[in-house]
């Protein structure tokens, strides 16, 4: 229950323990396409550059900015959080100008703002914004400021690692040109993977580079080669069980129906923070921003974080995130990701959780969170 990895189902690890077969084997080709129809799927996308990047989320982010963003090119950059700092520093590394704007830790950017900004700030690329920000719990609306960005005919670039196969990403519905995420937050698959997808316009604006690319490893044109093209021109040595682990991991997702995924993400975190505030726990995030798989609540005064987390590992086997940057100490993040977000596990941590704050002293009566949560689960 910590910010992820999440839990893995079963079935995936079984999928990874298949044999290893060829990376140009036939039958692994003809895998690779499904995973590419699959990621399309739960992208919400008819991109037909849609793949996963071989290494994790953060691979994923350098890919995108070294394709799509050329040396010298001002990238704006929503930093609210942790990730969207981690965006300016790739954008440097490769020579942007990360033009960032910040906003305090757990808020969102409004439409207005950025409309004002690229109406006023001449020569932008490119907007790049986190969807769920992972260190503060909040869910950044995506819609208004692609139809902005789409106006302005400039490259709307989303980081949706935490909110693919928790949340809506509507990739071509909300004009998002450039998207990366990873495999061990709502998709339930072990961390390995970073699924990537570009719009036309970002692939026009990736052929007519004045520079070549400063990646060998992230060179989309030969990437292209190996996964789209009836070339398949081996690139690298393709980690083929993670592929199999992928696969299995969006076939689980499809059997359960993306609509019902979203449904019992936002029950679970609604019957947690429910619970969660009978306890005098109070969310951080404004309700209508806050993240189901994703839950930041402030530590109440007084109560020692590093205790808390350290006790409910130890003695209860739950993992919970603690704050991070500015929120250091002030918060706890309680991850309810793709297979770990179920009933069960909420009702066990709120019980856990209860036990430890009434032997600290802050509780007097035990059982109010879990009928909170019942309550929620009730209706
Ligand atoms: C929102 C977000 N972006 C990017 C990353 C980086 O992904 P990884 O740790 O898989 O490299 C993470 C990881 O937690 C994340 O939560």
């Known amino acids: 229950m910590g910010p992820g990895p999440s839990n ?9 323990a298949a044999p290893t077969i060829g990376h ?12 590419q129809e699959l990621l399309r799927w739960v992208f919400n996308t008819q991109n037909r550059l849609t793949i996963p990047i071989s290494a994790t ?10 394709n799509v963003f050329e040396r010298g090119e001002k990238v704006l950059i929503g930093v609210n ?8 520093e790739v954008a440097k590394k490769y020579g942007q100008i990360a033009v960032s704007f910040e906003k305090e830790w757990g808020k969102i950017f409004e439409p207005d703002f950025i409309r004002v900004v690229l109406e006023s700030e001449a020569g932008i690329a490119g907007v790049a914004l986190v969807h ?18 789409s106006k302005h005919d400039v490259i709307f670039l989303v980081d949706t690692v935490t909110s693919l196969g928790g949340i809506p990403v509507d990739v071509d519905g909300c004009n998002i040109d450039v998207c990366y995420s990873g495999t061990q937050k709502c998709l339930s698959c072990p961390p390995g993977l970073s699924p990537v997808t570009f719009s036309e316009k970002a692939l ?8 070549d690319i400063e990646s060998w490893y992230f060179d989309l044109s030969m990437l292209q080669k190996y996964w789209t093209t009836g070339e398949r021109v081996y690139h690298h040595t393709a980690p083929v069980n993670m592929i199999y682990a992928l696969r299995e991991a969006l076939l689980i997702l499809g059997e359960e129906g993306l609509e019902t995924i979203f449904a019992r993400h936002n029950l679970n975190s609604r019957a ?24 930041t609540v402030k530590i109440p005064e007084g109560v020692d974080d590093k205790k808390v987390r350290s006790t409910l590992l130890n ?22 990701m793709g297979q770990s977000s179920t009933q069960k596990n909420v009702v066990y941590f709120l019980t856990a959780l209860e036990q430890i704050l009434k032997k600290m002293g802050v509780v007097s009566e035990g059982g109010k969170a879990v009928k909170a949560a019942e309550e929620v689960y009730g209706e």
């Open 8 to 16: 893995v189902h079963p079935r995936v690890l079984q999928a990874m």
């Open 24 to 35: 140009l084997d036939p039958e692994f080709l003809k895998l690779m396409d499904e995973v």
């Open 57 to 66: 989320g953060s691979a994923g982010m350098e890919a995108c900015f070294a």
């Open 81 to 88: 959080g942790v990730f969207g700092k981690r965006m300016t």
């Open 132 to 149: 769920a920000e992972t260190s503060t719990g909040a869910c950044q609306p995506l819609e208004e400021i692609g139809k902005i960005c």
């Open 204 to 211: 026009e604006k990736i052929s007519k580079r004045k520079t």
């Open 272 to 295: 947690l923070l429910s619970g969660m505030t009978a306890l005098g726990v109070e969310p951080l995030v404004e309700e209508q921003y806050r993240l189901p798989e994703l839950n």
């Open 315 to 336: 003695e209860y086997g739950i993992e919970i995130g603690a704050g991070l940057g500015p929120l250091a100490g002030k918060i706890w993040r309680i991850g309810l």
